[in-house]
C-alpha cells in the first residue's frame, strides 16, 4: 500500500493482513466467536478506553469530516452492536475481523483483493466522491474521510475506509484471497496495532492456505 503525499496522513499507522486461498468449505460464521463477543458485553463501555476512542476519531477527523452519529468508526458500532446483543455475523473473514476490530478499537476494512487488485492507495476522499456500501444501495459521502483506493483505468478510487466499505470489494463466499486494513492512529494509542495483526493473521490463516501481515505508516 502507498500513502498520498498529504499531510493530514502524516505519523497514520496500517497493519495489513493477507491471506490467499482462503477455504470457504470449512468456515462457519459466528459461533466460534460467542464466547469473545460475550466476555466483551460484560466488559461493556470499558473494553475500549476513553483515549483510545478519543485517537481513533482523531485519527478521522479532517476538513469536512466528522467522526460522529452515522460517521462513527465502524469499531465503535461494533462496541454498541455487541453491548445490545447484535453483534452482526456475516461470514468467518469478516466475523474475524470485526472481532479484533471489537477488541482493539481500531476500524478495520476486509476487502476481496481479486476484486481490488494489489495496488492499493490510501488517501483523503476528494469532494463530490462517494460509492455503494449496501445491498440497499445506500452511498457514503467520503468527503475528506480517510479511504484505501484500489487502481482502475480512471485512476484510484476509493473502495474501503473505516466507517463503511464498498460492495465493489466486499467479501462473498468464492472470494480467493483477501487483505484486511486495520486503521490506527500515531503514538501511543497505536501501540497494539502489531499484537491486532498478529492476532487477525491467526484467525485468517487456520482458513486459508496462507497468511501473513506487516504493519506501514506513513514517512514525512
Not at 463501555?45 to 460517521?71: D, N
Not at 475506509?161 to 486494513?181: C, E, Q, Y
Amino acid at each position: 500500500m502507498a500513502f498520498d503525499e498529504d499531510s493530514s496522513l502524516e505519523g497514520l499507522r496500517i497493519g495489513l493482513v493477507e491471506a490467499q486461498g482462503i477455504n470457504w468449505s470449512a468456515t462457519t460464521a459466528g459461533g466460534s466467536f460467542a464466547t469473545i463477543i460475550g466476555e466483551a458485553k460484560n466488559l461493556g463501555e470499558a473494553l475500549i478506553q476513553p483515549p483510545r476512542k478519543t485517537a481513533v476519531r482523531s485519527m478521522l477527523r479532517y476538513g469536512a469530516y466528522k467522526p460522529a452519529g452515522r460517521g462513527k468508526p465502524s469499531s465503535e458500532y461494533l462496541l454498541q452492536a455487541a453491548l445490545e446483543g447484535e453483534f452482526p455475523s456475516v461470514n468467518f473473514f469478516v466475523d474475524a475481523a470485526n472481532i479484533v476490530s471489537l477488541g482493539s478499537g481500531y476500524p478495520i476494512s476486509i476487502i476481496d483483493s481479486g476484486k481490488s487488485g494489489a495496488e492499493l492507495l490510501l488517501r483523503r476522499g476528494r469532494e463530490g466522491e462517494s460509492y455503494v456500501f449496501n445491498a440497499g444501495g445506500q452511498s457514503i459521502d467520503l468527503t475528506d474521510l480517510l479511504c484505501v483506493c484500489r487502481k482502475t483505468t480512471e485512476g484510484f478510487i476509493p473502495t474501503a475506509n473505516p466507517v463503511r466499505d464498498s460492495m465493489a470489494t466486499k467479501i462473498f463466499p468464492g472470494a480467493a484471497d483477501i487483505v484486511a486494513v486495520i486503521y490506527a492512529p500515531k503514538g501511543e494509542e497505536g501501540r497494539d496495532l502489531e499484537s491486532a495483526c498478529a492476532q487477525l493473521s491467526g484467525y485468517l490463516a487456520s482458513m486459508a492456505q496462507t497468511s501473513e501481515w506487516t504493519s506501514i505508516g506513513a514517512e514525512r
